[in-house]
């Protein structure tokens, strides 16, 4: 028997709007944002998808998108589970800076490599390392045993904790980690072979 994971970060927030540094801020959706979080859900409904358990962050954002997306598939109710082990990446000391006037400051190439890269963390933040360090265990405690019962797995989140979950899924290295680009409401569905390795990936992208 194999389990469905279904990842999807949170719709555009006022901070991704306003192109500030975020992290653990916990700012709302943007009307577009909320749109997207709907759309996400019709996506998923459109394919049948119907969950078995919920996951989200701490976090507004992800919370919102994770309701819209449950409201949205007709199971409103469903058992959601909370957990800031799903939160985004700590930005530190950037958080709430503009990421151009940071770019200014510290120069577009050091700017690229804390967004970025795998293991350099910004100024009393996290790397994506240390992101993937708590998202990790936290899967695979609390959140693939669901999976691998058969279960259907929803969780809503941020695009650098799902960004450490899958390139733990891909088997991505830190390198390749680099070029991956998680859009904002975009359903990541991932199928598991019983024995917890990936079967399938596909990216609901576009209308
Ligand atoms: O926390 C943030 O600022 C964003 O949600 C993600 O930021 P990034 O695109 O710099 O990783």
Redesign the pocket.
């Known amino acids: 028997m194999s389990g469905t994971l279904v990842l999807v970060r949170h719709g555009q927030?006022e901070?991704?709007l306003k192109n500030?540094?975020?992290?653990w801020r916990d700012v709302d959706l943007t009307e577009l944002g909320h749109a997207e979080a709907k759309e996400a859900g019709v996506k998923l409904k459109a394919r049948g998808m119907k969950f078995d358990i919920a996951f989200t962050s701490s976090l507004i954002r992800a919370q919102k998108t994770c309701q819209h997306i449950l409201d949205a598939v007709g199971q409103s109710d469903l058992e959601t589970i909370r957990d800031q082990a799903l939160n985004?990446?700590d930005?530190g000391d950037l958080s709430g800076l503009n990421?151009d006037d940071a770019r200014q400051k510290w120069g577009e190439e050091q700017v690229h490599v804390w967004?970025?890269s795998y293991d350099v963390p910004p100024p009393g933040g996290e790397s994506l390392k240390d992101t993937g360090a708590r998202v990790w265990p936290y899967y695979l405690h609390d959140l693939q045993p669901h999976v691998l019962r058969g279960g259907t797995v929803l969780v809503a989140a941020?695009?650098?904790s799902l960004r450490a979950l899958i390139m733990a899924l891909d088997g991505k290295s830190g390198e390749e980690i680099v070029r991956l680009e998680l859009g904002t409401g975009v359903p990541v569905i991932y199928k598991l072979n019983p024995d917890s390795t990936v079967a399938s990936k596909e990216v609901l992208e576009g209308a």
């Open positions: 927030s901070w991704n500030l540094f975020t992290g985004e990446r930005y990421k967004r970025r941020h695009g650098n």
